[in-house]
């Protein structure tokens, strides 16, 4: 007994030496219930006083004992490399916590909506009756946080930086306290868009840095300004405690009818490349005292590139975030070209950081490019399309996420929130999992629950036995967690709220992201040089009329006339009048046409096929020259295999836009009319060009940017990251599949519409851009 004592004795004290072989050489101060800890000249950390953990001293140094176990596993020691520390983690998990970390979070606002697909409670009750604060994690958050075990967690929209950064801080106080203490890694969509109405005030902050849409930010032709947008996105995301972005959007925009179009880069496979490129290499970029190691550290924000192996090609220019659009077809054999914004762009990084951290594939199922196993399903489910080409044939290593709700039951083909298991619809929810899971992905994207992802482990395990699939499930696990771990969450996930509320939309990151909206206006025609105007002329501006109709969503959006641009700011450049009589000059703003997804409900119901054209005109489209016969087709819920909507009419919802012009054209009597188009696709010029003396495109910017090329403040600099189509006829004749294949638009001045195409106060640009990319 008394050996057993003395040798326990013994074992304690070279236990404590251990921890005590030096000087302190770490001090901690208290902010609130958030430590922060000092290594001098090495980690600091951060833990929350209300989680539990404490720390343990090795050589002087603290280290955060995350799994409480009073000792330092590799994992929580900040010395080792990130590979280490994430195996060790890894082959410590529970298969239940390995299933939490491969699923990731519906949407989350912040906070919780009252009502809809995004709804939350605190307490059981609505935010509004529940006397919580706005940054109080939902009753469903802490759910899935402690049941589920998710460390993944999708942000839409917060009520302030503030209340972002006080959120995150109670989420990863949670987190640490349970289990092994992994942090959350919070993602986002993009969030930088403009705000139309607002205006920019040099050495003013803002809510957040507003830059132009994708199709913008590849209009400049300028691969640094994405980098520096990326760049400024990345600190202003890691201030609110986003450390994953669900960007960028690199599909090819093929087809010139896809309504994901202005989410792109534009259809050119270089371009798309070298934006790709430089928007990783500017948000997974970390300098300096930020960086931990190549390149990574805690000013870097993982991107999640997408969508693996390219979305843009769906046939008839529908989307397959409905079931009438889940084929991506291939007319013209260019499948492969589809893969160079990844395998040139995202995976071959200038930066440090080499390659994009996460990849998402599409929705789509690729039909018949699978020539290995000969499966149309998903690009998910796609063993062929992930393990085949993108883990062995591209060498990739990172995590693979499905976009959102590919597991779920399909409930009706042109609905958007509804399951989009194309191809599998046959298979329950657990055989999705495993078929996703064997297929060689990572994540599930939008699911909540972790009971399908443990049955799918345990198929594997009656396929596969257990040694095999704990092996499987850990190699998933090391991918997600070395995302965590090298972006420093795992030393301090926490953030300091003055420095948040500094950062976020700071004067000049607001200056930055205005100068990028100035250099993404593209001007399409300049009669007898009309621009610059001249400020206080007289103008007129005519009001737009908004028909009720649908949003993305489906959900119902009211009819509306009014000013399409911000009246109040207009007049501090113009004097405005509502007679065009008395006018100098018309602005006309309207936006490219909008015709729908492909689909028509009504037929569906009345006995057709519900499938219409695509259109890229105002006026009503009938679509004489379509496919005879679908190239795809097929559907549980559908009797038919044939998609063509040969025959068929369309008209754009928004054929008001087009009234404006001509109207204002006859009200003006020959005097210069100024039409500046919000572009969402490409579209067909002819309806009205000849009655524009001047024609302006954008892709998303402030009011202000455009009347400061109207005036001339500023020179138009940008080109056309899509083609123009002269007619829908050469729309119908292109390949879905194939860039740069369609018969271009040519104005009244004499100039193409074409890829590259752009006008500044001398006439045609070109310069060492149109060198480089144009065809």
């Known amino acids: 007994m008394i050996t057993t004592r003395i040798t326990a004795l013994v074992s304690t004290i070279a236990l404590l030496n251990v921890f005590a072989t030096s000087a302190q050489k770490w001090t901690e101060k208290k902010n609130g219930t958030i430590s922060i800890v000092d290594n001098k000249g090495e980690k600091q950390l951060g833990y929350s ?297 995202a995976f071959k990084l200038n930066g440090k950081t080499h390659k994009s951290a996460a990849v998402m594939p599409y929705y789509t199922i690729s039909y018949n490019q699978d020539v290995k196993n000969g499966e149309n399903v998903a690009n998910n489910y796609n063993s062929y399309i992930i393990n085949d080409l993108l883990r062995q044939k591209y060498k990739y290593d990172g995590v693979v996420c499905t976009d959102w709700l590919v597991t779920g039951d399909e409930t009706a083909v042109d609905v958007f929130l509804t399951g989009k298991s194309w191809g599998v619809e046959k298979l329950s929810i657990p055989q999705r999992h495993y078929k996703i899971l064997m297929a060689g992905v990572d994540q599930f994207g939008g699911n909540n629950d972790s009971k399908p992802v443990i049955e799918a482990y345990n198929m594997g395990v009656t396929e596969h036995g257990e040694a095999f699939m704990r092996a499987r499930f850990e190699q998933s696990a090391v991918r997600l967690l070395k995302n965590i771990f090298r972006t420093g969450l795992f030393e301090n996930p926490y953030l300091n709220v003055d420095e948040t509320k500094q950062t976020v939309g700071k004067a000049e990151f607001m200056a930055a992201g205005y100068e990028a909206q100035l250099k993404s206006v593209v001007m399409l025609k300049n009669r007898q040089s009309a621009l610059p105007l001249q400020r206080n002329k007289t103008v007129y501006v005519p009001k737009k009329f908004t028909p009720a109709g649908r949003n993305f969503l489906g959900m119902n959006t009211p009819e509306k006339l009014d000013y399409p641009v911000n009246i109040n700011l207009v007049k501090k450049y113009f004097n405005v009048t509502d007679d065009p009589g008395a006018a100098d000059y018309a602005l006309v703003f309207i936006e490219s046409p909008n015709s729908g997804g492909g689909y028509n409900s009504a037929d569906a119901k009345n006995g057709g096929t519900g499938y219409v054209p695509v259109s890229l005109q105002y006026q009503e489209y009938t679509a004489t020259e379509a496919r005879d016969t679908s190239i795809a087709g097929g559907d549980p819920l559908e009797k038919f295999t044939n998609r063509s909507y040969k025959g068929k009419s369309v008209k754009a919802t928004n054929t008001t836009d087009l009234n404006m012009v001509t109207d204002t054209y006859a009200k003006m009597n020959g005097k210069p009319i100024i039409v500046t188009v919000s572009m969402a696709n490409p579209m067909v010029f002819s309806e009205f060009e000849k009655q524009a003396n001047v024609i302006l495109v954008h892709f998303g910017v402030q009011d202000q940017a455009l009347l400061d090329i109207i005036t001339g403040k500023n020179e138009p600099s940008a080109l056309l990251p899509l083609q123009m189509p002269v007619d829908m006829s050469a729309v119908e004749k292109q390949y879905e599949d194939v860039p740069h294949d369609m018969k271009c638009y040519v104005d009244s001045e004499g100039n193409t519409y074409d890829f590259g195409y752009g006008l500044n106060w001398k006439g045609v640009i070109k310069d060492a851009r149109t060198a480089k990319y144009k065809k």
């Open 49 to 345: 006083t209300t989680s539990g953990i404490k720390l343990v001293t090795v050589n002087g140094f603290a280290f955060k004992d995350l799994n409480k176990n009073n000792k330092l596993d590799k994992y929580e020691d900040w010395r080792l490399t990130v590979d280490e520390r994430a195996k060790d983690l890894a082959s410590k998990m529970s298969i239940e916590q390995i299933a939490g970390l491969m699923l990731y979070s519906k949407h989350q606002p912040i906070p919780a909506a009252a009502a809809g697909p995004f709804a939350g409670t605190y307490n059981g009750k609505p935010f509004v009756e529940s006397g919580a604060r706005p940054y109080d994690l939902s009753d469903q958050q802490k759910e899935f946080l402690v049941k589920d075990n998710i460390r993944h967690v999708l942000v839409t929209s917060v009520q302030s930086p503030e209340i972002a950064a006080l959120w995150n801080n109670n989420l990863q106080a949670l987190t640490e306290g349970l289990g092994l203490g992994i942090p959350a890694n919070n993602s986002s969509d993009p969030r930088h868009g403009t705000i139309a109405n607002a205006e920019f005030n040099a050495g003013a902050g803002g809510a957040i840095s507003m830059w132009p849409g994708s199709l913008g930010l590849a209009a400049t032709f300028d691969p640094a300004v994405v980098q520096g947008f990326g760049r400024i996105a990345a600190m202003e995301y890691r201030a609110l405690g986003i450390t994953t972005a669900l960007s960028p959007q690199v599909d090819l925009a093929t087809d010139p009818r896809w309504n994901r179009v202005s989410g792109t880069f534009g259809e050119d496979p270089q371009l798309s490349a070298d934006m790709a490129r430089a928007y990783i290499d500017g948000f997974q970029t970390s300098t300096g005292t930020k960086e931990i190691k190549d390149g990574w550290g805690y000013g870097s924000v993982n991107a999640m590139v997408k969508h693996w192996p390219g979305g843009g090609s769906g046939e008839g220019g529908r989307d397959a975030h409905y079931g009438y659009g889940k084929y991506a077809v291939y007319p013209g054999k260019n499948f492969r070209q589809h893969f160079i914004p990844f395998t040139e762009g």
